[in-house]
């Protein structure tokens, strides 16, 4: 069933209050049951920007090489149904300032057509391409898979009918709350396979990176340099915003598209 408004303006009125939450879950029995009732059978993955990626050069033909962005494309191709928001409830949340709260998620397949219409719109493929190309041009990092929690708060299901495509900003994404929850429900959420971030030589130690860039606050200044931990989801934001140029993203597995894609057509049928 459908949401009503007032159910997702409260969500909207709880959201600062994330963290709290977030770390009640290390409650014993309490984080089972959130695990259980928010997150069951979920699996998500950050796509970093392709405009980060240098490819490593110990793949057979690098000229080959699939660009992340290209998953997203994928599953707009296999969709049936496509569904843009009209608002981004995180960034409207959080009283986003820094990127566009209009530029929401797009959710594919046929689980959409319970979706509250007041929230959003059913469109064609080629509208849908066209918002995703959007939100990377507005430097926003797709994070693609299955999501029970979307699901729940949109009122649509069966969850494996419907596909999240989050569109997210450094600010205000829902994920943040990552290092405070626990380990079993933050571990649901992944960076690409052969994803590999680290600091080169050149850096200088600025800071910028720790910024509030992160998503997880898996960066951090150690002795006046950058150190990156394991909570990164490889999303590229620390690359694309360090000044230097200190921070490199590889990919060293070559089908790592096809395995992804794989993986999430196990969870998700967009038939």
Request: charged share 20%; glycine share 8%.
């Amino acid at each position: 069933m459908s949401r009503p408004v007032w159910f997702v303006n409260l969500i909207k009125k709880a959201f600062p209050q994330r963290f709290l939450f977030a770390r009640l879950t290390h409650l014993p029995v309490f984080g089972d049951l959130v695990d259980w009732g928010l997150f069951n059978g979920d699996d998500l993955i950050y796509l970093p920007s392709d405009r980060t990626i240098l490819v490593n050069e110990s793949l057979t033909n690098p000229g080959d090489f699939v660009l992340p962005s290209k998953i997203v494309e994928y599953f707009i191709d296999q969709a049936s149904h496509h569904w843009i928001m009209n608002f981004c409830l995180c960034r409207e949340g959080d009283h986003c300032e820094e990127y566009p709260i209009e530029l929401g998620c797009l959710f594919l397949g046929e689980a959409v057509l319970q979706i509250n219409p007041r929230f959003g719109h059913i469109v064609s493929r080629e509208e849908a391409h066209h918002h995703v190309q959007r939100c990377r041009e507005a430097g926003l990092v797709h994070m693609v898979g299955r999501n029970k929690l979307d699901a729940l708060w949109l009122g649509a299901g069966p969850g494996e009918r419907l596909l999240t495509i989050c569109n997210c900003c450094p600010c205000c994404c829902l994920w943040k709350v990552l290092p405070e929850i626990t380990p079993q429900i933050s571990k649901k959420v992944n960076r690409l396979p052969g994803v590999h971030v680290q600091v080169g030589v050149n850096c200088l130690g600025c800071g910028d990176c720790t910024a509030g860039v992160c998503f997880v606050d898996a960066i951090h200044l150690n002795d006046g340099r950058s150190v990156i931990s394991s909570q990164c989801r490889g999303c590229g934001r620390c690359v694309e915003i360090c000044p230097n140029e200190a921070i490199e993203l590889t990919i060293s597995q070559g089908d790592y598209a096809d395995t992804t894609i794989h993986r999430i057509s196990q969870l998700v049928d967009l038939s």
